[in-house]
């Protein structure tokens, strides 16, 4: 009995190790690498329902060069070793580009693999690291933490002439890695960081950490994580009725941050590249709608429509070389003399893949929840 | 001073809440001698349940405040019946098995609730409305405290002596007490020890049920995968106070939510997961059984 | 041990040997964390399966492992082989510190000890101490080892290497099982007291079980900053704890074919079914219910009885 | 020769004395008896003579050697070895595994033996599965070898208990209750093998309800009751003593007793 | 002998727990309001006895019926309705609650405490009264087994299973409790006990069996077991006897 059942499940093991997935060609192939399950689902499902809008609209035009592009989405699950298998997936899929991750770990555990198979990779990932080995393939759609840094902490000492300030972030790479930036830049203008802490993501009780940062009086709070921290953390600071101001750093612009803040949204500050909403391009405008109508929801952040964005510079590029060749792509995208027109503004790249020209706005939020632009 | 009273109501608002999840993993502990796992995502359930049963009912009702009790009660119906399967189901046929077994099913059955509020509901945060209680806030000094507070506060004060007096002063109360104590004797008694421990399981889910809408009031923002956080919190809680015991697990979920407001407010928010698990691991160390549990001596 | 035992051992070896024959790299990729995932479990089983002490924190052993040698490779520069026998005795020092004033709790609170360690592990290693732990990006650009002038260069060698760890500690196992140790961990499982009094020193034996499944798990945790040479926090977290300690009640505890069969269950399943993205956890969980109550002592449960030839009666 | 002494003996359980200020000691090559009725504290006294439990007062002497708080392991390896009263077997091994855990702290391997095996350890493992051969032979075990202790009747289950505590080559053997359970056949072999073992050379110390058994076997027996010895000496003695008539059969039948006191 | 009808019969009752039966066809009768005694030594059975007609244990095969009921058929807390109480073995009170819920606890199944029948059973054991709120772990062994005779009482049985009533008491507190046990009696409760101490068992019962290792090798009345030889001889040794049981 035991032999056939250890006999049976060995033949199992076999036959699902060898299963692996035919290819077929005539079609390109752009893979999504995206957390669609996990704690940052929403935002991994939104990229890849986006991005399969896009290419719907895309093939319904002819598709790419004459060829049919096909999407894969692999889930890396916001962690490390998934999302290396998730890339190998693809790499053995022979995907063309890869768009995603979400997540800062997730976009720089697979980066060199997607280096050594020559696979274009766009990501809205900002830490500094993924920019650090300057690999050919690899496209940040979004801009990294250093520039938003720099304008924070212009903003705050320059402009609104804080102080004293407070920031928080969470233990995210990302995160951390803005809080260390926006902390340096201050102190390098002179600025009087009085506290910088961490929080748990998720954890929802925030008030003794606020308590401890009420009782040293800062003109500002910031927090450099996630909007499912930051609308709470807003919130609970009105509760405990903390008199700072309170900036959010661009992971907290998303359309949930004034649902979690509640009433304490208006007044509250976000700091980040233009948003969704207020995109000044019409195609962007029509994307937006083009997306509700078909899913039924809104879009879930700025980070999907980067990561959009990554993918229409990358066709683009295909479409001016007339070449699917990655390496070509690749250096038309690192040479570009006029910026590509995308949904986020002009795109274009420097030779590490970093984003040039970056462009922060600072918002405050307003009693109908509306944005109204305070710094460009 | 005023920052330690502020961090003594931080402390009481969330360790109440810690306290009736708390409760939920020490009653089953008591009688059925097992971590229910489960119970943190049973609490995540609720709150989204709450939430839905909220939104359909509150047109129906002038008063938000009526319209919440009454998608309380609902809540709590549904969420006991679900109590109820979940020990019909994944834990009875296990009661003769190893008890890591159960302990497996039990991370099973939260896996399967998380998954499936991740299907039903869809894996974006959902959120409570916020004018569900007036955002009103009272000063005394430099402290302040909320009317949803004070309201967190007074009904798991409440809750809490209800549970006591059910315990303590009941029929049923009694024969809860006796099947945790020897469940052979219980049945000599007359007491039908499985209607017990399903009583437990509905018992313990409701007061899960009013944690979990209580978060969702509070906090508003409820994610599907929330559960495990107050889980594991509430589980430690539970175990500070005496795993087993009922008076313990409210103790517990009191001391942690003080505990960890005066730790993030005095010495560090970085550290404050070490220091409550360092906390944890002395007093099991000088106190194996939790502040209030009982030595058992092995029989030889 | 018997014919028929070594002749499975020998078949499931032969598929494994074979197995990059038939795989691609991403197939080849999870192969790899296979074995590495294996042989975590298989030392999660001698101090949960074996010795019965509920250790619900295993994952920061390995943790250790991939840390230390990350941290010696990186900012060290000493090739990553020679980071073992550091590693080992580490993670088998803080082990035992950690398991001394611990060890005598019972089942469920040492459960929790065990999780406490864990998440204050995480938290260490998140908050980047002594900026050595990189934080919660982890640690980058771990070089991967040469032995004799061979380089690990490719992921078909690094198979082999784990591989080639993973026949070493199932041999280690296999004589566990056969000696006077293994026994004693068995014993004080089953009646503490009854073992203590026939003269068996418990305590130390307790010691002994963490001790080793530490310095195995933390082996692995090396070969598993070898395959991927990023590490970060989230794979050493509590869930990964968990994750451990379900292959050995799904498998079978202190059976090495089930917890084998349990890390083939509990980590490779859900690779095949990716393309039930969002389903299959729910379908997982209620597989995990299922087994549990179909086999309470696990798939393949230990069969105990088994003992040298020239004991036995002639017939 | 004095091989065991105990003194003053004191046991306490939250307010009640389980064992009062007893005292006693057993000779070497002696079958020695403790008798008194059920909750007389019997048990208590051989866990605190095991180590089990710490005594509040008093000495346990082992050749000359206070072994007073010593861990049981410790004990056991000196050369005192028990059963229990409620069998307390590795239930879910087997006759020759339990046995052999017995062996466990006479083999000679290390540590590291475990993890690889050496000629040495190779030789010493066999020797001690031959040594758990012989003893299955003497205590007529061996067709139950691979057989699952769980699953025996309670007479084997007893020998196989009697089998492990002799793996361990003890001086003492201390043997709590162990005819209770058995049926008279079991009772009359298990008669024969406390002679047998004795005439090995074994020490012997025995708590026993079954009269018979006890009246039967033992050289010089000590009655206790509520913890405080009441009468020690021969059987014969001991039989006749007023006390631990009344012990046994309570005041109101001590009427009766004349006419069963024949002897 | 009783010439009513048959209370409670058991018949041909085997109960095995894993490979190891425990009983082996046993039969007995219990006439109403007679107290009939199980003597035998250790594992004999006798608690396996009571917990089975108590509905704790499955019977293998065999039937015990009892007013017409199939006992081996219902589950135990359907069984102290009928009118069957256990006082169990090592007393099995509950440690953590006071003294009076004990009692309370007894009635459960009454569903309304007898409060009447609380006062009984304090004038039975006077010392239960003075500490009625004490917890029932603090008392004395011999408190606590009064405890747990009164705790089965309160449930107004037609029938109370003792099990070893005198374990681990002294001989002054047996005979207060056997004393106990006849008053119970003579309120017409019928009384199956169970017992080592065979002497003061078969001195206060009407009836006997004696049971070893899972089966009934005697029965009869007290007064003549009392006189059996073989009885005697199983219970208080004689030195250099040859013969066994």
Redesign the interface.
Known sequence: MKKKITGSLMLLMVLALIIPIGLNAKVVKIGVQAPITGKYANEGQGIDQAVRLIVEQKNAQGGLLGNKIEVISEDDEGTAVKAAFAAKNLINKKVMAVIGSYTSTCAAAPQKMYYKAGVLQTSDGTSDALTKHAYWTFFRNSNPNSAEAIFTANHFINQRHYKKVAILSDYSSFAVGLGDAVKKEIEKLGGDVVYYGKIKAGNQNFTPILTKIKSLHPDVIYFSGYYSDGGLLRSQQVQLDIKADFYGGDANDNVDFVKLAGSAASGSYLINVPTPSLLPYDDAKKFLADYEKKYGMKIPSIWTILNVDGLRAIMYAAEQTNSLDTKVIADFLHNMKKPFPGFTGPLSWDKKGERIGSSYFAYEIQPDNSYKVISK | MY?FI??VI??L??GSIFALIALGYTMV?GTMKF?NFAHGDLVALSAFVGLTIYTTVVSSFSNSIIAILISLIITIVIISIIGYLLER??YR??RK?????????A??????????I??IW????H?YP?DIIP?K?W?FGDS?I?LIQILILLLSFFIMIGLYILVNKT?TG??I??AA??Q??????????DAIIVIIFALGSTLGAVGGMF?GMF???I????GW?YG?SA??AA?IGG?GNIPGAMLGGIFLGLF???????I???????FT??L??LI??FK??GILG?RVA?K? | MRKSAIYKYLVFLGILLIYPLFSNSSWLAIGTTFIIYSIVALSQDIVLGKAGMFDMGHAMFFGIGAYISAIMNTVFNIPILWAIPVVVLISAIISVLMAMPTIHLRGDYLLVVTIGFNIIFQQVIKNNVFGLTGGPNGIFGIERPSLFGFEFSSDLSVYYLAFFVLILILIMIKNLETSAVGRAFHYLRLDNLAAQCVGINTRFYRLFAFALGASIASIAGVLFAIQYTVISPESFNLMQSILFFTIVIVGGMSSIPGVLLGTFLMFVLPEIFRDFNTYRYLVFGVMMILTMILRPRGIIPKKFGIIPKYLLKDK | MELLKIENLTKIFGGLVAVDHLSFSVKKGQIYGIIGPNGAGKTTVFNCLTGIYKPEEGTVIWKGKDITNYPPDKIANLGIVRTFQTIRLFSDMCVAENIMSGRNQISKQHWYHGLIHTPFSKRDEKKNWLKVKEIMELMNLQDYATELTKNLPYGHQRRVEIARALATEPELIVLDEPAAGLNGHETLDLTNLIFKLRDMGFTILLIEHDMNLVMNVTDYITVVNFGEKICEGTPEIVQNDPAVIEAYLGKEDADDEGDEDEN | MKTKDVLLEIKDLKVSYGHISALKGISLKVYPSEIVAIIGSNGAGKTTTLRTISGLIKAQSGEINYRGHELTKIPAHKIVPLGISQSPEGRLVFGTITVENNLKLGAYSLKKIDYARMEWVYELFPRLKERKNQLAGTLSGGEQQMLAIGRSLMCNPEMLLLDEPSLGLAPILVKLIFKAIKEISKQGVTVLIVEQNARAALRLSDRGYVLEVGNIVEYGNSEELLKSKKIQEAYLGKKKQNQLI
């Open positions: 920052i502020q961090q931080n402390g608002t969330i502990y971590i189901i994944a046929p296990l098995a190893p008890r890591l077994s159960a302990v497996v099913s991370l099973g059955a939260g896996m399967v609730f998380q998954n499936a991740m299907l869809g894996p974006n945060p959120y916020a955002n806030i000063h302040v909320s029929r009694r024969a007490r006796a104590i020897n052979d004797a219980a049945r000599l008694m007359g007491i039908n020890v978060l906090y508003r923002g994610t599907f995968n929330m956080n594991i589980f430690v175990i795993i960890n407001s005066l730790i993030a407010g005095y560090s928010s970085t550290w404050a997961d070490a698990y360092i944890l691991i099991l160390i194996p059984t009982e092995e030889v």
